[in-house]
């Protein structure tokens, strides 16, 4: 089993694409719930003028990596503070611009 889970795991930060709708992006979070689902939120990034886009949910099978190497390296949470629930989130990268108001 921690051999699949590692495996879900390491899309984070990759690219992905949706193979029913084609909407790409960047998995921000894998989500195991309860009932046996095992979903990845997908960050398609900021629009032509700036905004950032919705993000959506998507079940692991129908997501296909288009990427090899994740855009920013993932939290390690088999090892370390994380991991133990030490510490809190990594450091978040800041935007490089942000829309004027």
Known sequence: MKIEMSKHMALLGKKVEDTVTGFKGVVTAVSFDLYGC????????????????????????????????????????????????????????MMKSLPKM
């Open 38 to 93: 095992v979903q990845a939120i997908v960050n398609p990034g900021k629009d032509k003028d700036g905004k950032l886009q919705e993000q959506c949910w998507f079940d692991i099978a129908r997501l296909k990596a288009v990427s090899e190497k994740p855009v920013m390296t993932p939290p390690d949470f088999e090892y370390g503070e994380i991991a133990r629930g030490e510490k809190g989130a990594a450091e978040k990268p």
